[in-house]
């Protein structure tokens, strides 16, 4: 089969693999769209350990099921393989599972690919008309829905009457602020560094949407933060704008710890809570948030062939996209 094989910093190859063998309890899914991750570019910038090469990376994937008795089902895939024994999977929390492998990640080989192959589980059915693209979606967009359901659940408010900052850009922080337009949620504030994507934002319908390193919201001026990038600026201004009695949902995973303002965090009792990932049912509910077209159009995802991946992921490096979402497809 055809994969893109990552080979190192910026290098990757469409090129050549070995086919997949079956395994007991797994299936394996011919991949019909695969999104490309921050994640994966944390690969190609070769800042992620955990991507070694040579590895098929991705992880946001949709096709159809080859082999067994589901041969033929369309599904998305959920990339989390948790042991579904431990005390954390039992109570229904397989993502903080602690010996979780991951699709894409050694020893698993990723989606971008002809072929896939993940445990049966894990390969979850998608309605007749959904179109694979937009299926691929669900990983990424799960996140985002999770962070809106922990602010939701550990708010003293309803989030309908409250101003929220989403902090970043990309896909999750896009989403998220796409999730929060749909709850109704009056105040809507995105922040972005990236120009390109504030105005693939504002082409997908926020009207609040601006570059951090400018003018600033007041200080303590919003009820709830989402900072989907996690680096010493986003944890400094999610500090500061957030009001007393606040929530603070932190997903993103730049390096480093610095820039909370622990001191301001203890005197306003704002709640600080990390997000990673998602639950099953986070995954399942986001599912058909797609389906019924809960983000509104999707100008900001682009479609390429699976051969081109090299480029696009040199395009994305390189900031020169104005897609917030690429999502490889096989022809
Ligand atoms: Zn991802
Ligand atoms: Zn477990």
Redesign the pocket.
Known sequence: MKALVYLGPASMEYREVPDLDEKDGEVIVEVASCGICGSDMHGWHGTDPRRVPPLVMGHEAAGWIRTGKRAGERVVINPQL?????D??LAGQ?HL????DSVGLPPRSGAFADFVRVPERNAIPIPDDMDFATAALTEPVAVAYRAVGLIERLHSRPIAAQRGLVIGGGAIGLAAALILRARNVPDVLLAGTNARRREAALAAGLTQVFDPRGKLPADGSVDFVIDSVGSRPSRELASRAVRFGGVIAHLGLAPGNEGLDVRRITLGEIIFTGVFCYTWLDFKETIALLDRGGLGPLTWVRERPMREGRDAFAAIGEGTTPAVKIVLCNE
């Open positions: 948790a042991c579904m024994r431990c954390r999977c397989p599972c602690g010996s979780k």
